[in-house]
């Protein structure tokens, strides 16, 4: 053996969680999760795929390399679409080691970027009057059209704000029958109220009270972007609130959230005060793509159908989302590309511009060729970047939560 | 143990000249960037110099000329899903990725066949012929992930080679860019081409003879009728019986894989498929053809599956069902990852008629060894896959699993068989071609590859031994070549 073969401790940086040597040793290098990576597809690149990005996290656990620049960019460039988890034979919990090791890079932020990712992510992003105030400002841009004073690659994924639907009241207790919760949410609740109204709706038409308690954010956000502890923080607040309404069902419309939400439990495993009443939260929680909801049929037209990353590869709801597009009449038609990931990523498309820009664009052709004039899609940041990308294109598709094509009605 | 790559980078002005020729994001020299090129989908871990992403045959030549004058090793890779070590990196050697080489350049419906770039993943090829009604019939169990380039420098083969031939059968023509950065063409799509055919060298050539840059693939008509069948048993031996007697009456099925019990639970754990927990082996077979003879086939296969014992007769009842089959036999090399975090394996060929003999030397080989081995493969061509699951970090377990890989080899050959039937040599079975080849033979195979390749810059240290020391184990540490590990 060579000279230079020493053993090395694992160079994680204290102060954050790293990801797990046991999840690390799972993968076996066979390549099954390449074709699957967006980022790989675009770019043939080993350090851009799944595999590559869990040899350099075995590299510093086996403390050949430490959490570096190189290692940042490489942990950035990822979508965190998960698309490499579902194509793995082994099991590799994939989700889990990229958000401990963007917790990772988090740390050699420097101090001001961390501080102003800590503050968006964990500050204005969990309260409701903040996003509202962010919304406002962002409304009145658009309004003005001031907004396309700025580069298009910081305005393209940011969704359009409706000031006149902001001020309007929401609903926050419809039906009757046992208490179901439904998640308000940071940027649902600000940009996409006509889906928070046909949520409430959808939950009623099951013969449950659904109610809309006044806290925001779940956490997802913070976790995905290395600040666990805000992701903890939002985490219990929210299971607190849902308790305290006595939920039986926690209904959530953005596959962002519902994903992350489900595993509330292994978020605070660590927290011996709050792990037993995560857990139990987590099973109660359901994307409202799961609830099959009565509804009139509003239309015959065909509708294509975009799977969110995180419905298909957090949560395996894919036959879900076709069925609530049937029950409102439509016709669902598959998107010609595969289910590859739309690049809005969360921050994703703000981060990684260019990326972004590549997937955005493939998607808007992909869905404008699938001939259809409205296109189905259940999470909030692929709605704005896939109605930006129909822009862009020049494409005249609607985008519509499923939820919104309902019109619930009693079940009989 | 852990392996430190070398630091010993390339002389200055090296990565600048590449640079020059690829632009500043195609060429890989970080430090992090160097240890994932280092690897490919075995267990061998080499060094890598640089890493260079090509786009076309212009700047796979101009590359291969900076290589050529500075002396530099080059090793082309394209996925790096292979078992072998074949694109592993030796002594900071140049990778030459052609991943980003992935354009289906011109398709003939009328041979039918295609040409197309190295990039190209197999089952990428074959959705861009279906409209067409065609399809790449090699098909390895990495199909979705492997490319093309790779299948053609490991003459890879699949479950459908059985009846249909592996890659060799299957490429026409090929563009190659030899070590000195010249390009040379090589066959087409007219059956006989003229002078010296020497498609059959190249393919297989494991990146020894120089970067093949472009290639016309034979596609094949998709058969108008397709039936696959799982047959339960409660021995392996009846299974093996079953597939030699199935073949004796005349019967070449499109593929036949057999999965033993330990198999059978780590790929149903991944798939769902609803294969047999309590089976001690299960044998897909699939038949293909037109309705009648697919009838036919189907009838004399279940006849000869029930006179060997089989407990149950599954066939597919739809596309989604077959499909589901063929996912949960092509997962089971990553499955095994359930049951441990690594797994080793040979691919040697036996005669199909000594199945059943083989089957329980590895099982007793296994248990001599205190190893876990489970069985997947090529039942039909006798192609072996005994996968020995194991943990890397457990340095003794190692050790015996070396043994046990070089006993089962030695098995295989003794009982008339052949190293390898698809993954190739690389670098792991490098120091077996003894066991298989004499003095002469190695030498005239090393002269073959001279004529290419002179100054033996090209995947150097694969294939043939370096030494005169033919049959020692490559994994053995004394023989190790420096800057491996496993």
Redesign the interface.
């Known amino acids: 053996m060579d000279a230079s073969t020493t053993s090395g401790g694992a160079r994680w940086l204290p102060g954050a969680p790293a990801p797990a040597e046991d999840d690390i040793v799972k993968c076996v290098a066979c390549g099954l999760c390449l074709p699957h990576c967006p980022t790989f597809r675009l770019t043939g690149r080993e350090t851009a795929a799944p595999r590559g990005r869990v040899a350099a996290m075995r590299a510093v656990q086996e403390g050949r390399a430490g959490v570096d620049g190189a290692f940042a960019a490489m942990m950035d460039e990822c979508l965190a679409c998960r698309a490499c988890e579902t194509a793995c034979p082994s099991g590799v919990p994939y989700g889990r080691m990229i958000e401990a090791a963007r917790a990772q890079v988090e740390v050699t932020r420097p101090v001001r970027v961390r501080g102003l990712r800590g503050l968006a992510l964990g500050q204005v992003m969990s309260r409701t009057w903040a996003m509202r105030a962010m919304a406002v400002g962002l409304g009145v841009t658009q309004a003005l059209r001031i907004d396309r004073l700025l580069p298009e690659r910081m305005t393209a994924g940011a969704p359009r704000v409706s000031l006149p639907r902001l001020a309007r009241r929401m609903p926050v207790r419809l039906g009757s029958g046992p208490v179901a919760a439904v998640l308000r949410g940071c940027v649902m609740d600000v940009a996409f109220r006509p889906v928070q109204e046909a949520t409430m709706r959808a939950v009623a038409a099951c013969g449950h009270t659904a109610v809309m308690p006044d806290g925001g954010c779940c956490g997802a956000l913070a976790a995905h972007y290395g600040h666990p502890q805000a992701a903890r923080r939002m985490a219990r607040a929210r299971i607190a609130e849902f308790e305290a309404l006595g939920a039986e069902a926690v209904v959530v419309n953005s596959a962002g959230c519902s994903a992350h939400m489900k595993q509330w439990g292994h978020l605070l495993a660590d927290d011996p005060a709050w792990a037993g009443r995560a857990h139990a939260m987590a099973a109660r929680v359901r994307d409202v793509l799961e609830l099959d909801v009565p509804s009139e049929a509003t239309t015959t037209r065909p509708v294509a159908v975009h799977d969110a990353c995180h419905h298909v590869n957090g949560q395996g709801i894919r036959a879900e989302t076709r069925r609530m597009v049937a029950a409102s009449g439509a016709r669902p038609v598959e998107i010609p590309d595969d289910g590859r990931c739309c690049g809005a990523a969360g921050m994703y498309s703000v981060l990684q511009p260019e990326m972004s820009a590549e997937l955005r664009l493939s998607k808007a052709r992909a869905i404008a060729a699938s001939g259809a004039d409205t296109v189905a899609c259940a999470n909030p940041g692929c709605a704005a970047q896939i109605a930006a990308g129909l822009r862009e294109i020049g494409a005249d598709v609607d985008v519509r939560h499923p939820v919104e094509l309902l019109r619930p009605r009693e079940r009989t | ?6 630091m010993t980078t390339l002389a200055p002005g090296v990565a600048a000249e590449f640079r020059a020729i690829l632009g500043d994001d195609r060429v ?1 020299d ?4 160097r ?3 280092a ?3 075995s267990i061998a871990d080499g060094s890598c110099g640089v ?1 260079l ?1 090509c786009e076309t045959t212009a700047e796979v030549s101009a590359c291969m000329g900076v290589a050529h004058r500075r002396g530099l090793p080059v090793v082309p890779r394209g ?3 292979g078992l072998c070590g074949g694109a592993v990196p030796l002594d900071d050697a140049v990778v030459l ?1 052609v ?2 080489m ?1 354009r289906v350049l011109e398709i003939d419906p009328a041979v039918p066949c295609a040409w197309v770039e190295p ?1 190209v ?1 197999n ?2 090829l074959t959705a861009a012929v279906t409209h067409l009604g065609l399809h790449y019939a090699p098909d390895p169990s ?1 199909q ?3 490319s093309i380039g790779g299948n053609v420098a490991t003459n890879a083969g699949g479950p459908h080679c059985l009846a249909s031939g592996v890659t060799v059968q299957h490429v026409l023509g090929v563009e190659i860019v030899l070590p000195d950065g010249e390009v040379l063409a090589i066959g087409g799509p007219a059956p006989d081409p003229p002078g010296y055919d020497l498609r059959g060298f190249i393919v297989g050539g494991e990146g020894t003879l120089g970067v093949v840059t472009k290639a016309c693939v034979r596609l094949t008509p998709n058969p108008p009728a397709v039936k696959t069948m799982l047959f339960d048993f409660a021995s392996t031996r009846a299974a093996g019986t079953c597939v030699v007697d199935v073949i004796a009456r005349g019967v070449v099925p499109a593929a036949m894989e057999l999965m033993d019990s330990r198999m059978i639970e780590a790929c149903e754990g ?1 798939t769902g498929a609803g294969l047999p927990l309590d089976a001690a082996a299960v044998l897909l077979v699939e038949v293909d053809g037109t309705p009648a003879d697919v009838e036919a086939q189907t009838g004399i296969a279940v006849d000869v599956a029930r006179a060997s014992g089989t407990r149950d007769v599954r066939i597919a009842a739809d596309e989604a069902e077959r499909a589901l089959l063929w996912k949960a036999r092509k ?8 049951v441990a ?3 080793y394996l040979h691919d040697c060929v036996v005669p199909r008629t000594r199945l059943v003999e083989i089957l329980d030397a590895i099982a007793a080989i296994a248990a001599r060894h205190d190893l876990l081995v489970m069985n997947v493969f090529h039942a039909g061509d006798g192609n072996l896959h005994p996968l020995i699951a194991f ?3 457990d340095a003794a377990q190692v050790e015996r699993v070396m043994a046990a890989g070089r006993d089962i080899v030695e098995a295989c050959i003794a009982v008339g068989g052949v190293l390898t039937g698809e993954h190739g040599i690389g670098l792991e079975k490098r120091d077996y071609m003894g066991l298989s080849f004499g003095e002469l033979d190695l030498d005239a195979q090393a002269r073959a590859r001279r004529a290419f390749d002179p100054a033996g810059r090209m995947n150097p240290r694969k294939v043939l031994p370096v030494t005169s020391r033919c049959g020692e184990a490559i994994l053995d ?1 004394n023989s ?1 070549p ?2 491996t ?1 496993v």
Request: glycine content about 12%; overall charge positive; proline content about 6%.
């Open positions: 143990m852990v392996y430190i790559p070398r890989l970080g430090s992090t960037e240890i994932i090129y690897r490919d989908g890493a992403l996925s790096g899903t990725s991943a980003r992935r990039g993943l089952l990428d990495s979705a992930a492997c991944f997962s089971a090399f990553g499955a095994v990852a359930r975090p690594n797994y943990d890397r970090r540490e190790l420096p800057g590990w």
